[in-house]
């Protein structure tokens, strides 16, 4: 019985200790936002991790895939094609994502495709305006100094 007793209070143990370490993990929110302090910080491969550790933990969430695809495109040496892997990954799960149309449409100018950028705009403009939407207002900057550079 002593063993049993004993064996109870162990496994008991293990499995409190189990889950404080399980509240102790960082939530998907919580990786987004060191996530997005690496980025201001430029600091790429920290932003990577994190954004990589959310999406393990929330597949389907667009910020996330959003980030992802912006981490590829700003790096020293961008990653065009995964960059667009994310973007679209957003996008499938919220086709109006402000922040992954504006971006998007910023890496087609990197891209070379000023005309797939311009499609982004209209989009974005369909869903939030073009006056108080700063997705809208950044990418239309993008694209008329892309314009003015050619």
């Not at 969430?61 to 040496?77: K, S």
Request: hydrophobic share 35%; proline share 5%; with cysteine.
């Amino acid at each position: 019985m002593n063993r049993f007793v004993f064996l109870a209070a162990f496994l008991a143990t293990c499995g409190l200790a189990q889950a404080k370490d399980s509240f102790d993990a960082p939530t998907a929110s919580e990786r987004l936002e060191a996530a997005h302090k690496a980025i201001q910080a430029k600091d790429w491969k920290k932003a990577m991790v994190e954004l990589q550790a959310a999406e393990r933990d929330e597949p389907r969430n667009p910020d996330v895939h959003n980030l992802i695809g912006y981490t590829y495109r700003m790096q020293p040496n961008p990653d065009l094609p995964k960059s667009f892997d994310h973007y679209n990954t957003a996008l499938k799960y919220n086709p109006n994502h402000k922040g992954t149309l504006e971006y998007m449409g910023e890496a087609y100018l990197m891209d070379k495709k000023p005309a797939e950028a311009e499609k982004l705009l209209a989009r974005l403009e369909t869903v939030c305006g073009n006056k108080t939407c700063d997705e809208y207002q950044e990418l239309y900057k993008a694209i008329a100094d892309y314009k003015t550079k050619k």
